[in-house]
């Protein structure tokens, strides 16, 4: 649970789930940068040392044991479509893929299914998604992607139980 493990365990105790809640993405490629933006963002709002907010070039296979010992994941990341700022929250569940996904790509379904399968539990997965734009090099979200940061960072509130109110940009 981060700088605050002794609150988090003393608080686990009475039942208070423990959330890792991972932006991952290129933060120098345009859009990309979302899941980078949305954690800066939610590390302002949360302060529950229960919660570890990560921003990741990456998902790798060194976050399965992390992912086995939380109750609820989070994963944010900019999508490609043909909707420019649509905005996708679902569940995942663990899915088993190639192991040759691990060496360049690793996919949330597969984190999670791996983590159950090494340790024998896994975290509850959500994914959060908003197309993007622009992935061009730039350090900047396009305005449909910035548009959405709120209700990115709203959405991630909701699914962790903290109430909404100031997750404006």
Request: aromatic content about 6%.
């Amino acid at each position: 649970c981060g700088a605050g493990a002794f609150a988090c365990q003393r608080r686990s105790i009475l039942s208070m789930s423990r959330t890792l809640i991972i932006g991952y993405g290129n933060p120098i490629r345009g859009d990309d940068a979302l899941g980078w933006r949305v954690a800066e963002r939610l590390r302002e709002l949360v302060t529950d040392p229960c919660v570890e907010i990560l921003s990741l070039h990456q998902l790798a296979p060194e976050l399965m044991e992390s992912l086995s010992q939380v109750d609820l994941a989070i994963f944010i990341d900019a999508a490609v479509g043909p909707e420019p700022g649509a905005l996708l929250e679902r569940r995942i569940e663990p899915r088993a893929s190639g192991a040759a996904s691990f060496t360049h790509r690793a996919t949330p379904e597969a984190l999670l299914w791996a983590a159950r399968a090494l340790y024998g539990r896994t975290a509850e997965g959500h994914m959060i998604t908003v197309t993007g734009a622009d992935f061009s090099y730039s350090m900047d979200l396009s305005p449909t992607v910035q548009a959405r940061l709120a209700g990115v960072v709203s959405a991630v509130l909701l699914l962790v139980g903290k109430p909404p109110t100031g997750a404006g940009p």
